[in-house]
């Protein structure tokens, strides 16, 4: 067998043909939350050669001889499928048997991160002297020990994980056991491999090389324990896919549904006495509005009306006689698909009227098209307003009143197995019956020591990680057979109070088998406090000692430390605030910048401009940079718009993230100097604009209906109509794809850079001229749908307006006046994320000043509240928390503003030139140090006496240096010897 050589990872038009086939086993092609194992034995003669290509749908572990060697693939739509490499030689026994294994887990639903495929792996180990492939030699068996019907963990992510220890735990290494050890040449339970695809078949329609390094990984174990208690958890939960049970078409979209329908089940008490207490427990249900309301036995409450608990918890508390009593959950309702959990107290879950059913819950419904509105390429989140009808109220009540399906006038069955988990891990951890302090020293777990912990109930530990880590939990420890360690990942506390993951079930379970083991996840969660849940079984007694608890963190590499950027100033606390903000773009780099390592580790289009301005201030990302902007026209077969994030399931468009996108792209190639890149990418981003220009109305002015987003911010951004800031982001994306010609095509661009410059030119003008209020002296914030002119002056909308170069002279000085120094009456800026755009606009008009103050008060208010990583809002006094998520990689603009003013370092023409221009303000010294693209950095430091400058200057041979002496002061410069 022979394979042609892969190419190489920077040929973005190359692709690969391997001389093997997908395999996946005889069952179902696309199985919902299937993990699936494979491998291959094999005899390695002594040599120096073993790489492994491997890929999968929708992600794989891979592991030689029992050694995890790395996961992947990196996120792609199927018509570029990647393919990675491992040099897996010394892993290898030589002149013995050898395994390579492979845990797919496919996930048969969309998300934000991937579209529905298909399950499959492909795999090529290249050993010099031959190929072993993927074809029906392999093994492939079902992870017995998964649990698929584990709930999702949100919209945005797939599943978490239920999974018992005891299954095979050695089925990643065969030892020295080759083909024929076990009877039929297969172990129990496993099964040759079913050759399904040849390399271009199915809907992996193109193999290409993995366009960036492996991420990199460090074991982040915790530095603080924060609590250790005992606990008692409630004797049932259960959690339902609901959006999947009312909307069928759902696994193949991750669109919101909107529907009306009940979820029945009866409460039952089977002992006969008095009547008795019985707790109904709803985790998750108003943060995101996950219920309606409830009924029992034909008695309603509004969500509102039940007992409210910690964090988003609502409890009714009931006196119920023995025997069967209806529970009716009204579930009508706009929904993205969050998980609804229940718990119960008191009594038992049973089906109405066939105990033989898989699952004790009845769906009435749906009632109404489940999705009516979001099945259109400018999809939006509009909520529709779901009513239960009288029909659906009706069929309830007959119900309740006769406990006799044929009652029911509506569609009525019994919610699958596969839709409904056994438990709620998430409200047994978050929400437990009862808790009390537990005297209990496991702080060896922060030195690498084990701890014995104390004989008796449930015992919840919370640990502090010290920074916000993202990757995969790893549990190590010594535990008699059947003890469940739950683990929940969140990100604050302040104080006695935490912030719960309201939005997302942040969990895993893991059953033990009997002895020491290591549990590591292959599910990827962020988190910055690790709360483990221990709970022995009554059956099995014994010690259980936890030996290791940590996290493998995950992220791309960050390259050499002497090639990294680096500030330091006078004022530490502006050393803190760059020092927060690196920490932030560290955590939300993975496979593409993410907007948050926790709630959605989604790829959201217009978060690129500024991540990426923000980490090359810190970091040569540009692999990472260009792999994150090329994946973005392969959203094009959902929308021509482009997807707001990719790839991804939710087809739904922001203008303002597209336009941002062609920004971004200029800026990347500006400060590569990469004409190929800009070539490449000019005729993807004139086709989105031009697909934006056929919603220009006649006027010239954009007016589209879309989700018209801009900032988290009372501002006027409807979803129909015409909306100013966006608009003036149609400019600049105009102006930056005329950027994009000169660098793709030079002296032979001009003409559609012309048209380009001709067209944003016009649009300015239509700006000016009919979105300007002369009353108000600034630019409104839209016109609406309907014609009415808006009455809201923000910010941003001024901020926008000016940088797109909007208006007279007058008109520009106006705008800068309102956002350097903006009146009360304006809407503010409502998030970290405008701040890089505010400070530009404070630096160009002089006033770099303002935006230190500015930037020292808002990111100051984030480290005095315990901030270790950027907040995605600004915290507030009329929030109950600060912000939702407390990392987000939008809001680290000192990054890149502290090095870029107060070092003053400007990288021009592809960094072969550069301009230092400090700004010293109030400080007495800062130094620091910017990376090149393709490697080595800039290196400023400078120190004032009074009036007096003094300025070093460091920079790799070749690279031109030019000093712009800051106004007021006296500068001596000195250029350090060049270096390396």
């Known amino acids: 067998m022979t394979s042609t050589p892969p190419p190489s990872e920077t040929d973005t038009s190359a692709t690969w043909q391997p001389a093997t086939r997908w395999i996946w086993d005889d069952g179902e092609p696309t199985p919902r939350n299937a993990w699936r194992c494979f491998r291959r034995r094999f005899a390695a003669d002594k040599g120096g050669t073993a790489l492994l290509r491997v890929t999968a749908d929708t992600r ?78 392999w093994e492939v068996a079902t992870h017995g020990g998964h649990d698929p019907r584990a709930p999702r963990i ?121 009547a008795r207490p019985v707790t109904v427990g709803l985790p998750l249900t108003t943060t995101l509005p996950r219920l309606r309301g409830i009924a029992v036995d034909g008695r309603h409450w509004d969500i509102e009306e039940l007992a409210p608990g910690p964090a988003d918890l609502r409890t009714l508390d009931l006196e119920l006689d023995a025997g069967p009593h209806w529970l009716a959950l009204d579930v009508s309702m706009y929904d993205h698909g969050y998980p609804l959990p229940l718990l ?59 406990r006799d399906q044929g009652a029911v006038p509506l569609p009525a069955a019994t919610i699958p197995a596969a839709l409904v988990a056994t438990t709620s891990v998430y409200g047994q951890v978050v929400h437990p019956r009862e808790q009390d302090p537990l005297t209990a020293d496991v702080t060896g777990l922060t030195r690498g020591e084990p701890v014995v912990l104390p004989d008796g109930g449930d015992v919840s530990i919370v640990l502090d990680l010290g920074i916000e880590a993202s990757g995969f939990v790893i549990v190590d420890l010594d535990a008699p057979a059947g003890t469940i360690v739950d683990v929940y990942g969140f990100e604050y506390i302040d104080g006695v109070r935490r912030q719960e993951t309201t939005a997302m079930d942040n969990t895993l379970r893991y059953r033990t088998r009997a002895g020491r083991q290591r549990y590591e996840s292959p599910v990827r969660r962020g988190l910055r406090y690790l709360q483990l849940v221990v709970r022995r079984d009554a059956a099995a007694p014994g010690p259980v000692t936890l030996h290791e608890v940590a996290v493998r963190n ?113 800026e990347h190639a500006r400060r590569t100097g990469d004409a190929t890149f800009a070539r490449d990418l000019l005729p993807e981003a004139v086709a989105a604009l031009d697909a934006f220009a056929e919603h220009l109305d006649a006027n010239g002015l954009l007016s589209i209906e879309a989700w018209n987003l801009l900032d988290w911010a ?96 007058p008109q520009r000085r106006r705008t800068r006046a309102l956002v350097v120094d903006p009146p009360s009456e304006l ?92 700004h010293p303000g109030d400080l007495v010294w800062a130094r620091g140090a910017v990376p090149l693209p393709g490697g080595g950095r800039v290196e400023v430091a400078w120190a004032r006496d009074g009036a007096a400058l003094d300025l070093q200057v460091a920079a790799p041979t070749g690279v031109e240096v030019t000093v712009r002496e800051p106004h007021g002061f006296t500068t001596s410069v000195r250029l350090r010897e060049p270096l390396p």
């Open 827 to 918: 809407v503010q800026i409502g998030s970290p994320w405008m701040s890089i755009f505010r400070y530009d606009v404070l630096e160009a008009a002089g006033r770099a000043d303002v935006a230190l103050a500015d930037l020292r008060r808002d990111y100051g208010a984030m480290i005095e509240a315990g901030a270790v990583t950027c907040w995605e809002m600004f915290p507030a006094p009329d929030r109950e928390w600060p912000t939702r998520s407390h990392c987000h990689a939008w809001s680290a603009a000192p990054a890149s503003f502290l090095p870029a003013v107060v070092l003053g370092i400007r990288l021009l023409d592809g960094g072969t030139r550069v301009e230092i221009a400090p």
């Open 554 to 666: 995950s992220h791309y590499p960050t390259g050499p430390a002497e090639d990294a950027g680096e500030f330091a100033a006078s004022d530490g606390l502006l050393t803190e605030i760059w020092e927060m903000s690196r920490r932030t773009v560290i955590a939300c780099m993975e496979d593409t910048f993410v907007d948050c390592p926790v709630y959605e580790q989604a790829f959201w289009v217009g978060d690129t401009y500024s991540s990426a301005r923000f980490a090359s201030s810190l970091f040569d990302v540009a692999p990472l940079i260009e792999r994150s902007l090329r994946l973005v026209p392969g959203s094009k077969g959902q929308t021509p718009l482009l997807g707001s994030q990719v790839p991804s399931g939710w087809t739904n468009v922001i203008p303002a993230w597209t336009f941002f996108w062609v920004l971004a792209c200029d």
């Open 344 to 402: 119960l107290d008191g009594a038992d879950l049973t089906h109405p009227w066939d105990p033989e059913a898989p699952t004790p819950f009845v769906a009435l419904g749906p009632i109404g098209d489940p999705n009516p509105a979001f099945d259109r390429p400018l999809a939006h989140p509009t909520r529709p307003e779901v009513t239960p009808t009288p029909q659906v109220s009706s069929a309830v009540a007959a119900l309740t009143a006769t």
């Open 154 to 274: 949100s919209p945005q992510l797939a599943f978490t994980e239920n999974v018992d220890g005891a299954w095979q735990p050695d089925w990643t290494d065969g030892g020295d056991a080759h083909e024929g050890t076990y009877p039929n040449g297969v172990e129990a339970g496993w099964a040759p491999a079913t050759e399904i695809a040849a390399p271009g078949e199915g809907p992996w329609s193109t193999l290409v090389p993995r366009s960036i390094p492996p991420l990199q990984e460090e074991i982040v174990a915790p530095v603080a324990v924060r609590s250790v208690e005992r606990v008692r958890q409630w004797a049932e939960s259960w959690t339902v896919d609901v959006r999947a049970t009312f909307d069928p078409t759902s696994p193949a979209h991750a669109n919101p549904s909107a529907y009306g329908g009940y979820l029945l089940t009866a409460l039952t008490l089977a002992e006969q006495g008095p």
């Open 714 to 809: 009372p501002m006027d951004q409807p979803n129909a109509g015409i909306v100013t800031h966006q608009n003036a982001l149609f400019v600049m994306a105009l102006d930056a794809a005329a950027g994009l010609a000169d660098r793709a095509q030079p002296g032979g661009g001009v003409e559609l850079a012309g048209d380009l410059r001709a067209r944003a030119e016009a649009l300015r003008a239509a700006i000016a001229t009919h979105l300007w209020s002369p009353e108000r002296e600034a630019f409104i914030d839209a016109i609406h749908a309907d014609g009415a002119r808006s009455d809201v002056i923000s910010v941003q909308t001024q901020m926008f307006a000016h940088l797109a170069g909007v208006g007279s002279e």
């Open 60 to 137: 794989y572990v891979v592991f030689v001889n029992g050694t995890r060697i790395g996961h992947g693939p990196v996120r792609a739509f199927g018509d570029r499928w990647p393919v990675d490499t491992w040099d897996i030689w010394w892993h290898l026994r030589e002149y013995k048997w050898n395994t390579v294994a492979v845990l797919v887990a496919h996930h048969g639903v969309a998300t934000f991160q991937s579209l529905p495929g298909r399950g499959g792996l492909l795999a090529e180990l290249d050993l010099g002297w031959g190929i072993v492939g993927t074809d029906s030699k």
